[in-house]
Protein backbone atom coordinates (compact mmCIF):
# COMPACT_ATOMS: atom_id res chain seq x y z
CA UNK A 1 0.00 0.00 0.00
CA UNK A 2 1.16 3.30 -0.85
CA UNK A 3 0.22 6.79 0.06
CA UNK A 4 -1.73 8.37 -2.30
CA UNK A 5 1.01 11.48 -2.07
CA UNK A 6 4.35 11.95 -0.94
CA UNK A 7 4.13 14.83 1.34
CA UNK A 8 7.78 13.86 2.52
CA UNK A 9 8.92 14.38 -1.13
CA UNK A 10 6.74 17.57 -2.05
CA UNK A 11 8.39 21.00 -1.72
CA UNK A 12 5.06 21.93 -0.16
CA UNK A 13 4.00 19.42 1.83
CA UNK A 14 8.03 19.31 2.93
CA UNK A 15 7.03 22.99 4.50
CA UNK A 16 3.61 21.95 6.36
CA UNK A 17 5.57 19.44 7.61
CA UNK A 18 8.50 21.03 8.54
CA UNK A 19 6.34 24.18 10.79
CA UNK A 20 3.61 21.44 12.12
CA UNK A 21 7.34 19.78 13.35
CA UNK A 22 8.77 23.20 15.03
CA UNK A 23 5.05 23.45 16.57
CA UNK A 24 5.30 19.74 17.95
CA UNK A 25 8.65 20.61 19.32
CA UNK A 26 7.47 23.78 21.25
CA UNK A 27 5.05 21.02 23.12
CA UNK A 28 8.10 18.64 23.56
CA UNK A 29 10.02 21.43 25.46
CA UNK A 30 7.16 22.48 27.55
CA UNK A 31 6.33 21.60 31.34
CA UNK A 32 3.66 19.08 29.99
CA UNK A 33 4.78 15.40 30.87
CA UNK A 34 6.31 13.24 27.85
CA UNK A 35 3.96 10.36 28.96
CA UNK A 36 0.82 12.72 29.31
CA UNK A 37 1.69 14.35 25.63
CA UNK A 38 2.10 10.48 24.24
CA UNK A 39 -1.19 9.46 25.63
CA UNK A 40 -2.93 12.59 24.01
CA UNK A 41 -1.53 12.04 21.01
CA UNK A 42 -2.40 8.36 20.73
CA UNK A 43 -6.31 8.84 21.94
CA UNK A 44 -6.62 12.07 19.44
CA UNK A 45 -4.72 9.80 16.72
CA UNK A 46 -7.07 6.78 17.58
CA UNK A 47 -10.88 8.51 17.48
CA UNK A 48 -9.40 10.35 13.87
CA UNK A 49 -8.51 6.52 12.47
CA UNK A 50 -5.22 7.67 12.00
CA UNK A 51 -3.10 4.24 11.90
CA UNK A 52 0.63 5.94 11.09
CA UNK A 53 0.30 8.34 14.01
CA UNK A 54 -1.39 5.49 16.30
CA UNK A 55 1.67 3.32 14.96
CA UNK A 56 4.38 5.77 15.59
CA UNK A 57 2.95 7.28 19.17
CA UNK A 58 2.08 3.92 20.89
CA UNK A 59 5.89 2.72 19.92
CA UNK A 60 7.37 5.80 20.96
CA UNK A 61 5.36 5.61 23.88
CA UNK A 62 7.01 1.94 24.54
CA UNK A 63 10.45 2.62 23.68
CA UNK A 64 10.47 5.46 26.40
CA UNK A 65 9.01 3.20 28.96
CA UNK A 66 5.72 3.29 28.89
CA UNK A 67 3.52 -0.25 29.92
CA UNK A 68 1.73 -2.41 27.55
CA UNK A 69 -1.12 -2.19 29.57
CA UNK A 70 -1.51 1.10 30.09
CA UNK A 71 -0.88 1.76 26.16
CA UNK A 72 -3.72 -1.39 25.78
CA UNK A 73 -6.09 1.00 27.89
CA UNK A 74 -6.21 4.07 26.19
CA UNK A 75 -8.93 3.40 23.82
CA UNK A 76 -10.72 2.62 27.05
CA UNK A 77 -9.84 5.14 29.73
CA UNK A 78 -12.76 5.98 31.73
CA UNK A 79 -12.87 2.15 32.75
CA UNK A 80 -9.31 2.10 33.61
CA UNK A 81 -8.03 2.53 37.04
CA UNK A 82 -3.98 2.83 35.33
CA UNK A 83 -4.19 6.40 33.98
CA UNK A 84 -3.65 9.33 36.72
CA UNK A 85 -6.63 11.68 37.40
CA UNK A 86 -3.99 14.54 35.35
CA UNK A 87 -4.36 12.14 32.77
CA UNK A 88 -7.59 11.53 32.60
CA UNK A 89 -8.09 15.16 32.52
CA UNK A 90 -5.50 15.63 29.80
CA UNK A 91 -7.38 12.57 27.63
CA UNK A 92 -11.34 14.07 28.36
CA UNK A 93 -9.94 17.61 26.71
CA UNK A 94 -8.28 15.71 23.73
CA UNK A 95 -11.54 13.85 23.39
CA UNK A 96 -13.88 16.93 23.58
CA UNK A 97 -11.15 18.90 20.97
CA UNK A 98 -10.72 16.08 18.80
CA UNK A 99 -14.44 15.78 18.76
CA UNK A 100 -15.15 19.68 18.02
CA UNK A 101 -17.68 19.35 15.67
CA UNK A 102 -20.21 17.26 17.69
CA UNK A 103 -20.87 19.36 19.99
CA UNK A 104 -22.49 22.55 19.26
CA UNK A 105 -20.90 24.93 22.32
CA UNK A 106 -17.24 23.13 21.63
CA UNK A 107 -15.09 21.62 24.76
CA UNK A 108 -17.85 21.90 27.90
CA UNK A 109 -16.94 24.27 30.78
CA UNK A 110 -16.43 21.06 33.34
CA UNK A 111 -13.99 19.49 30.87
CA UNK A 112 -11.56 22.81 30.79
CA UNK A 113 -12.24 23.44 34.62
CA UNK A 114 -10.34 19.83 35.63
CA UNK A 115 -7.92 19.97 33.08
CA UNK A 116 -7.28 23.32 35.02
CA UNK A 117 -7.44 21.59 38.11
CA UNK A 118 -4.21 19.46 36.96
CA UNK A 119 -1.97 21.90 34.82
CA UNK A 120 -0.74 24.96 35.09
CA UNK A 121 -1.26 28.12 32.18
CA UNK A 122 2.12 26.97 30.36
CA UNK A 123 1.26 23.53 30.38
CA UNK A 124 -2.40 23.65 29.40
CA UNK A 125 -1.39 25.97 26.56
CA UNK A 126 1.15 23.33 25.54
CA UNK A 127 -1.53 20.69 25.93
CA UNK A 128 -4.26 22.79 24.12
CA UNK A 129 -1.78 23.45 21.45
CA UNK A 130 -0.65 19.50 21.36
CA UNK A 131 -4.39 18.80 20.87
CA UNK A 132 -3.99 20.90 17.50
CA UNK A 133 -1.07 19.62 16.36
CA UNK A 134 -1.56 16.03 16.88
CA UNK A 135 -5.12 16.69 14.50
CA UNK A 136 -3.97 18.35 12.03
CA UNK A 137 -1.30 15.56 11.38
CA UNK A 138 -4.20 12.95 11.99
CA UNK A 139 -5.62 14.76 9.22
CA UNK A 140 -2.96 15.01 6.97
CA UNK A 141 -1.89 11.06 7.08
CA UNK A 142 -5.88 10.34 6.69
CA UNK A 143 -6.52 12.20 4.08
CA UNK A 144 -3.29 10.82 1.79
CA UNK A 145 -3.60 7.24 3.38
CA UNK A 146 -0.32 6.92 4.89
CA UNK A 147 0.24 3.56 5.50
CA UNK A 148 1.18 2.25 8.80
CA UNK A 149 3.30 -0.64 10.48
CA UNK A 150 7.09 0.11 9.42
CA UNK A 151 7.55 2.88 11.80
CA UNK A 152 10.52 2.69 14.15
CA UNK A 153 10.87 4.62 17.48
CA UNK A 154 12.62 8.11 16.82
CA UNK A 155 12.63 7.61 13.19
CA UNK A 156 11.98 11.44 12.41
CA UNK A 157 14.20 12.97 15.01
Known amino acids: MDARLNLFGNPVGAKVLKYLASAGKAVTDSGLPAATQELVKIRASQINGCAFCTDMHTKDAAHAGETAVRLNLVATWREATV ?75
Open 83 to 157: FTDAERAALELTEQGTRIADAAGGVPDEVWANAAKHYDEDQLTALVSLIAVINAYNRLNVVVQQPAGDYQPGQFG
